[in-house]
Structure formats: structure tokens, C-alpha cells
């Protein structure tokens, strides 16, 4: 199974950007998939998860209404929308897979290696 990040970047206080994570070796519509995020010194959060058929998602607090989560499941790829970026949203984003739509990192089967996303002010 590989889960391959892309999308980080550098970008201003207020911009966006769009991750995306295109995943092979697993029968992709049976995976939830979810994104976490590290920022230096921190523990690991979770950042927005969706069910395997779209059916409903899951955003942390602070992203809501500013990240949305979709997925492709002909194209094996889920993406992460991210507009009003602060720079609090600086980190690492990674994504992850496993059978159930939950915001606990270690419910997920299998994982990306990340990509950084740094949002200066």
C-alpha cells in the first residue's frame, strides 16, 4: 500500500492551497480517509476524514468552514482544500487510511510520508 502526499507549498496569510493524496495497493472506496497534520514541536492532530462512499465527513474545530475534504474514488485520490490559510496551519499533512471515518490517528491502517505546508504572515 502507498499513500503519496502532494500539494505543500509556501503561501501567504489568506491564500489557499490544494493537497492532494493519490493511494494504491488497496481497494480505495473501502478506506475512510483522513488527513492529520504535525507542526514543529507538536503532536500530531487530526485536520478532516471522510467516509469511503462520501457519505459524511469530519473536520477539526479550528479548520471548519476554511478546509473541505473530497475524494475520487475512480482516481484512487483524496484532496484537501485549503483556503483562509493561517499561519497556525503550518505543518507537515499527512493522509491516512482505515476502515472508519474517525478523527483518531491510530484507527488508520496505513499512512503518507507528508508534505509541508508553510503559511507565513
Known amino acids: 500500500v502507498q499513500l503519496q502526499a502532494s500539494g505543500g507549498g509556501l503561501v501567504q496569510a489568506g491564500g489557499s492551497l490544494i493537497l492532494s493524496c493519490a493511494a494504491s495497493?488497496?481497494?480505495?472506496?473501502?478506506?475512510?480517509m483522513g488527513w492529520f497534520r504535525q507542526a514543529p514541536g507538536k503532536e500530531r492532530e487530526f485536520v478532516a476524514a471522510?467516509?469511503?462512499?462520501?457519505?459524511?465527513?469530519l473536520y477539526e474545530d479550528s479548520v471548519k468552514g476554511r478546509f473541505t475534504i473530497s475524494r475520487d474514488n475512480a482516481k484512487n485520490t483524496v484532496y484537501l482544500q485549503m483556503n483562509s490559510l493561517k499561519p497556525e496551519d503550518t505543518a507537515v499533512y499527512s493522509c491516512?487510511?482505515?476502515?472508519?471515518?474517525?478523527?483518531?490517528?491510530?484507527?488508520?491502517?496505513?499512512w503518507g510520508q507528508g508534505t509541508l505546508v508553510t503559511v507565513s504572515s
Open positions: 471522510m467516509h469511503r462512499g462520501a457519505a459524511y465527513e
Open positions: 495497493g488497496l481497494t480505495f472506496s473501502n478506506y475512510a
Open positions: 491516512a487510511a482505515g476502515p472508519r471515518t474517525v478523527a483518531i490517528s491510530s484507527r488508520y491502517d496505513y
